[in-house]
């Protein structure tokens, strides 16, 4: 199993964090020691200072499939989660400045929190989805997928020109804006239209 994550894939993110808007997917990895489930605690680790949430949907790869066309990669998902991106942005930012890749601020143990996932056929519309990350009772991010800059299915159609998808893999398709550093003692909660799927403690 692997997470293949796509970074700067809504606009307002994109410029809070100075960052061009991309004309093609930007793509990064997560390794599959970097999932927690089941609402499991988030151990703060000691070596960044700025450990930011990015809430974003994520969808679970149903089939294997290369060189998806866009028209069919609909069918290639089945349900969609929602996960937290935690990003170093410390180690980030030192790594983007020297443009070294930044897998370090990415992939560490635990950095990719992702919920129970739900069938894609409850929503009538994947385009109109609403979600947003509460912490300690207060609305950080929201965001809706009608602002996605690529949609799921050029996404699938762009990575799988690169990398084979198969069934179980995780992709992990951007935040909406105000991403911002978690703290010890925090408590999270996402929401997915209603749904609330996410449910977990920074400690
Ligand atoms: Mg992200």
Redesign the pocket.
Known sequence: MKII?I?RNYAEHTKELNNPIPVTPVIFMKPDTALLKDNKPFYHPEFSDNIQH?I?IVLKVSKEGKNINAKFASTYFEEIALGI?F?ARDIQNRHKEKGLPWELSKSFDNSAPVSNFVPKAQFADLYNLNFKLDINNSTRQEGNTKDLLFSFEQIISFVSVYITLKKGDLI?T??PQGVSKINIGDHLEGYLEDIKLLDFYIK
Do not use: H
Request: charged share 35%.
């Open positions: 994550a970074g990015e974003e991106d990003t992990f951007g935040t």
